[in-house]
């Protein structure tokens, strides 16, 4: 009753194009509700992860024009991953390791989905509830007296 991380993560990854602007990204993240974009160059290859904490730093608190900046000038080039099938202990350790609130999870090349602390949380309850109830209905009832 393992769980891996293709079982916690979300497959509706958020990819804008690493030219696209900061507002219109910024417009297209609050629109699908994600706090991150995923940047990627000819439709597919990743170049970089922009966040909300990207924007505040690199684009609000200097008081530049989003409609100036490109994405690839505000993203985090490193893009971490992992494959489907690494069990979620390693994804949380990873994700603990490294201080990222965001995995992306690839077969191959292809991405596949993207894990946030978010699914995590989320998943694990569900997780330790469904686990719960497995014990519970595999415990014998004390004997009675009488």
């Not at 891996?4 to 609050?30: F, G, N, Q």
């Not at 974009?37 to 530049?64: C, F, H, M, N, Q």
């Not at 077969?107 to 946030?116: A, D, L, Q």
């Amino acid at each position: 009753m393992a769980l891996l991380a293709k079982d916690i993560m979300d497959p509706a990854v958020l990819t804008v194009d690493e030219e696209m602007d900061a507002l219109s990204a910024a417009r297209t993240m609050v629109e699908r509700r994600k706090g991150y974009a995923v940047l990627v160059r000819g439709g597919s290859t990743i170049t970089g992860i922009v966040t909300e904490w990207d924007y505040l730093e690199k684009v609000v608190a200097p008081g530049a024009d989003p409609s100036k900046v490109r994405m690839r000038d505000i993203g985090a080039r490193e893009v971490h991953s992992c494959p489907p099938d690494t069990p979620t202990d390693e994804v949380v350790s990873m994700m603990a390791r490294l201080g990222i609130r965001r995995l992306i999870v690839r077969s191959g090349e292809k991405v596949v989905g993207i894990i946030t602390v978010r699914n995590v949380l989320a998943n694990f309850r569900e997780y330790i509830d469904r686990l719960s109830a497995s014990i519970a209905a595999n415990q014998t009832s004390p004997p009675t007296l009488g």
